[in-house]
Every structure is written in structure tokens, then in C-alpha cells.
């Protein structure tokens, strides 16, 4: 693979080529892992519980607010929605009876 000078200084900064310009390190296929190296469902539940541990969950009075936020949005969208519609059915229907 030929490289010019910036491709080649960058790939030495980043520790994939030495002074030399060949390659220190392979990259390794992820499709050719060994069968040992998958985790079993009992692991997997395991480091879910504990990531979900991290979480910062909302309060209960957090969670109300944000719901009642989000219904209130809704019904406005909605109304917004159903009267443009209206509006817009209402001066089509003009419009052909004319």
C-alpha cells in the first residue's frame, strides 16, 4: 500500500508504523475470535445489572413532571394538527363547490 508523506507521519503518531514505515501491529479480524471469548447468559446478565446500577435515574416526582410534559405537548400537537386539517379540508371543499 503506497502512502504519501502526511498519511504515513499520522499513522506514526497513532503507533501503527514505526520510524521505518512498517507496520508494528496487526489489526485483528473480530469475525476470527475464538468460541471461549463469548460471555453466557448468566455473565451477560451479570454486567447488565451492574451497568443499570450506574444509572442516574429520575426521581418519582421527575418522572410525573416530565410525563404530564409530554401529555400536555401531545394534546396541543394534536389539536394544532386536527385544526389545520380542518381548516385546510374546509377551504378545498370551498374551493370545488364554487
Do not use: C, H
Not at 3 to 24: F, I, S, T, V, Y
Not at 26 to 44: D, I, V
Not at 57 to 75: A, K
Request: net charge positive; aromatic share 8%.
Amino acid at each position: 500500500m503506497a502512502l504519501n508523506r502526511e498519511q504515513k507521519r499520522m499513522l506514526q503518531r497513532q503507533g501503527e508504523l514505526g520510524p521505518d514505515g512498517e507496520p508494528l501491529r496487526t489489526r485483528r479480524n473480530p469475525q476470527n475470535r475464538a468460541q471461549n471469548e463469548r460471555t453466557g447468559p448468566t455473565q451477560f446478565a451479570r454486567e447488565v445489572r451492574s451497568e443499570l446500577r450506574k444509572v442516574a435515574w429520575p426521581t418519582r416526582s421527575e418522572t410525573i413532571n416530565y410525563s404530564i410534559i409530554t401529555v400536555v405537548t401531545l394534546v396541543v400537537f394534536t389539536l394544532l394538527i386536527f385544526g389545520l386539517d380542518w381548516v385546510f379540508s374546509e377551504l378545498v371543499l370551498k374551493l370545488y363547490n364554487a
